[in-house]
């Protein structure tokens, strides 16, 4: 199974989109390699609420949400445990979406839609830093 730290226990991913369908992809693309998704949010609030008690390996973070966006969000996760692995979802690759991201401590995209393939290569890539 791709999707185990050295240990043997599975990658801790949380999945942030305020589509559901969206986080349906990331769990389908994940879980049946060995992932496990420990939570889901529909917005970044909900992601920030959520993170402290489930303290995931990886995060994958929409950029475009209502109450919270994923910049925020990531920004401000990324102030609680500045090591904490984020990738940004976006369907845009726009240039200035990359450069606030870039900013707020986040290197690793990905654009939507994605290949069930390049996300569990994306957060394998992540782990393996």
């Known amino acids: 199974m791709k999707g185990l730290k050295a240990d043997g226990t599975p990658i801790r991913v949380m999945a942030v989109d305020d589509s559901p369908i969206t986080r349906k992809m990331i769990r389908k693309a994940l879980e049946p390699e060995g992932f496990e998704i420990v939570a889901e949010a529909g917005n970044g609030k909900e992601a920030l609420e959520v993170y402290s008690k489930v303290q995931p390996d990886v995060i994958t973070m929409d950029v475009t949400m209502p109450i919270m966006d994923g910049l925020d969000a990531a920004g401000a996760i990324k102030k609680l445990n500045p090591s904490q692995r ?31 393939q390049e996300m569990v290569d994306k957060v394998l890539e992540l782990m393996s830093r």
């Open 86 to 116: 984020i990738v940004m979802l976006s369907a845009m690759g726009d240039a200035d979406i990359i450069a606030d991201a870039q900013s707020r401590g986040i290197t690793d995209f990905c654009t939507k839609p994605f290949k069930p």
